[in-house]
């Protein structure tokens, strides 16, 4: 695993694109303040820049570096959850541009898994994650039901947990309105 950080790491730093698991599905990811590199995950995904991708981050204390306010109730929500669990944040900041929803939020996630929790903890910014999948297409529950397209697109391809094969299920998605109510999208 060490050496797959160390190389996930170098592309990641120079602005290129991974393939990688997470504690959700596998995920096509980048540098989440790089706008060029998110640029490419949407090519690649063939999908418009008008629908936004979330990011992942280690440790809810970094959340405030890329949200104007963090409500008390995200916190706890993130303390509680039992699944991996996503929270829209409106007042998005810090990230690139063409992450950023048109009203302004961002879908950011606390990940448990040990991969991205070293990788992220080393790279010392949030990373893109959206689904291994052209857009449209079914997401890869595992890495065998990757499209050869996408493996081929990105510039590394994470070796941990290829193997793998249980299904991997998406994350809850709950959206904290600039009013700090709550609407669940997705259970």
Same mark, same amino acid.
């Given at each position: !695993?060490?050496?797959?950080?160390?190389?996930?790491?170098?592309?990641?730093?120079?602005?290129?694109?991974?393939?990688?698991?997470? $504690?959700?599905?596998?995920? %096509?990811?980048?540098?989440?303040?790089?706008?060029?590199?998110?640029?490419?995950?949407?090519?690649?995904?063939?999908?418009?820049?008008?629908?936004? !991708?979330?990011?992942? !981050?280690?440790?809810?204390?970094?959340?405030?570096?890329?949200? $104007?306010?963090?409500?008390?109730?995200?916190?706890?929500? =993130?303390?509680?959850?039992?699944?991996?669990?996503?929270?829209?944040?409106?007042?998005?900041?810090?990230?690139?541009?063409?992450?950023?929803?048109?009203?302004?939020? #961002?879908?950011?996630? =606390?990940?448990?898994?040990?991969?991205?929790?070293?990788?992220?903890?080393?790279?010392?910014?949030?990373?893109?994650?959206?689904?291994?999948? =052209?857009?449209?297409?079914?997401?890869?529950?595992?890495?065998?039901?990757?499209?050869? $397209?996408?493996?081929?697109?990105?510039?590394?391809?994470?070796?941990?947990?290829?193997?793998? !094969?249980?299904?991997?299920?998406?994350?809850?998605?709950?959206? #904290?309105?600039? $009013?700090?109510?709550?609407? %669940?999208?997705?259970?």
């Amino acid at each position: !695993m060490h050496n797959d950080i160390k190389q996930a790491l170098e592309v990641l730093k120079k602005g290129g694109v991974i393939l990688y698991p997470t $504690d959700t599905i596998w995920g %096509i990811g980048c540098d989440a303040t790089n706008v060029e590199a998110v640029k490419r995950v949407y090519q690649i995904k063939q999908r418009e820049d008008s629908k936004s !991708m979330l990011v992942l !981050m280690e440790n809810p204390n970094r959340i405030s570096s890329y949200v $104007d306010e963090v409500p008390e109730i995200a916190l706890d929500l =993130i303390e509680v959850a039992e699944k991996p669990t996503t929270i829209i944040y409106s007042g998005a900041k810090n990230l690139a541009k063409n992450l950023i929803n048109s009203d302004g939020s #961002i879908g950011i996630r =606390i990940t448990e898994e040990a991969f991205t929790q070293q990788l992220i903890q080393r790279f010392r910014k949030p990373i893109v994650s959206t689904s291994a999948n =052209i857009s449209g297409e079914k997401p890869a529950q595992n890495f065998t039901e990757i499209n050869q $397209d996408i493996i081929d697109a990105v510039d590394y391809v994470v070796e941990y947990r290829q193997n793998e !094969m249980t299904k991997a299920q998406a994350s809850s998605i709950i959206k #904290i309105g600039a $009013d700090w109510g709550i609407q %669940i999208i997705r259970e």
